[in-house]
């Protein structure tokens, strides 16, 4: 069974500043999809990035980017000029690709971070 | 394009009742996957279904199913609760199933057994 392990609870960074949330993962398989999502107080999950484990070229949408290290396990997300709208509770997810969607996504535990205005 | 909808959005059931929870997904999307969501074991995959089928399910017990529709809307039903089932139960739907494809998630239904 694939587990995702989100090692920092909470994290803090000040408004317009860079913060990287840290997620590894255990898997024996070779190809499969990491996620990253958004859930806010409103409790709606929201997709922020993702990353298919055989392309090797990190992922990047505006000012957020993946830094995918596959030997490693490591999947971290850098928020560049951090908004208080960022402000959210953030999962990792993990999501076997060979069943063609039929496994669920496996999530971290969360990181919870707070921007500081 | 309306979102994920999942009815009702609160609910307060008591121990050893059962409670049924709907997901409505959005319009063209055939997979329908569940997630419970408590503080203690936090975000857990229930069970998915694509094209009236169960394709695959969570190390959840048997008081745990659902099933889809053939209009693509999906219910899941929890039978003699128990006060560990109080949690956010989340809904996504896919367009297609496919691994890479984003899930789009509802709105959640809070459960409170009491």
């Known amino acids: 069974a694939q587990t995702v392990t989100q090692s920092q609870p909470e994290m803090s960074v000040q408004e317009a500043e860079t913060v990287t949330l840290s997620c590894t993962y255990d898997t024996s398989e070779s190809d499969y999809y990491l996620f990253w999502y958004k859930q806010p107080p409103s409790r709606q999950m929201i997709l922020v990035i993702r990353?298919?484990?055989?392309?090797?070229q990190n992922a990047t949408e505006n000012r957020f980017s993946v830094n995918f290290q596959k030997a490693a396990k490591s999947f971290s997300l850098k928020i560049s000029d951090s908004q208080l709208g960022d402000a959210a509770m953030y999962f990792c997810a993990y999501r076997s690709a060979p069943r063609g969607g039929a496994d669920g996504l496996t999530f971290g535990k969360g990181t919870h971070l707070i921007i500081q205005p | 394009k309306a979102g994920v909808t999942q009815t009702p959005r609160y609910l307060i059931k008591t121990r050893g009742q059962q409670v049924t929870l709907s997901c409505s997904p959005i319009?063209?999307?055939?997979?329908v996957s569940w997630y419970q969501q408590t503080p203690g074991q936090g975000l857990q995959f229930l069970f998915e279904y694509f094209s009236e089928t169960q394709r695959n399910k969570g190390n959840f017990p048997g008081r745990f199913s659902g099933r889809q529709f053939s209009n693509s809307r999906s219910e899941m039903n929890v039978s003699t609760l128990e006060l560990g089932d109080s949690a956010l139960y989340l809904c996504?739907?896919?367009?297609?199933?496919?691994?890479?494809?984003?899930?789009?998630f509802g709105p959640g239904t809070r459960l409170t057994v009491l």
């Open positions: 319009s063209g999307h055939r997979s």
């Open positions: 990353q298919e484990a055989y392309k090797q």
């Open positions: 996504a739907s896919v367009r297609d199933g496919g691994s890479y494809n984003e899930q789009f």
